[in-house]
């Protein structure tokens, strides 16, 4: 009877296929018990620096919604972005840092702090231009934003009745830095 296996058959295919499933649970043991080990790692590593950064994002989400606010509380969103940069890890990247100090400006510019916010912006102007170069879409932004807090301060000055000599270094800079970005525009992003 060849299509039937002999019971000496069925025992020797049961006992090597017992035999191989042993390594097999060896290793699955020693990764069973290397998991923890690495979870701890990443844990006490860059687990903290990710922690960081998410709750950091569910913050600017917060941030996010006040601003969409209909009277929105301007002084408490700049507060709320000194958090946020405060709570993010020392090794964060510049570029994160600097768009979040950017988002403070404006929010500044929002509340009418234009004083204020030329100093930040001028701050932040100089340092991302540094470590990012001068015509990356960061310093950009921030030159921008620049340009309009220099607009907003003159408009500011000339509606309360200052003089044309107080109001005009005001005026001068915004047209320096308008010509600017018109000048030194990607012409790939003209229609």
Do not use: C
Not at 1 to 19: F, L, Q
Not at 51 to 74: G, M, S, T, Y
Not at 130 to 154: F, M, N, S
Not at 174 to 184: G, M, S
Request: glycine residues 4%.
């Amino acid at each position: 009877m060849e299509g039937n296996p002999s019971s000496a058959d069925v025992r020797n295919i049961t006992v090597a296929w017992g035999r191989s499933r042993r390594p097999m649970r060896k290793y699955f043991l020693l990764l069973w018990l290397l998991f923890p080990v690495a979870v701890i790692y990443y844990h006490y590593n860059d687990g903290q620096d990710d922690l960081a950064r998410e709750k950091a994002r569910e913050h600017l989400n917060v941030i996010r919604q006040f601003e969409k606010a209909k009277e929105p509380d301007w002084q408490q969103i700049v507060e709320e972005y000194d958090k946020v940069a405060a709570a993010l890890p020392a090794n964060e990247r510049p570029l994160v840092r600097h768009q979040i100090r950017l988002a403070k400006a404006k929010a500044k510019l929002e509340m009418l702090d234009v004083a204020g916010a030329i100093e930040d912006l001028t701050l932040l102007l100089r340092n991302a231009a540094e470590i990012h170069g001068q015509d990356v879409p960061i310093t950009r932004a921030i030159r921008e934003t620049l340009g309009k807090a220099y607009y907003y301060a003159t408009t500011l000055l000339k509606t309360n009745g200052a003089t044309e000599d107080e109001w005009r270094p005001f005026a001068e800079r915004t047209r320096q830095i308008f010509r600017y970005l018109a000048e030194h525009q990607d012409t790939g992003a003209l229609p």
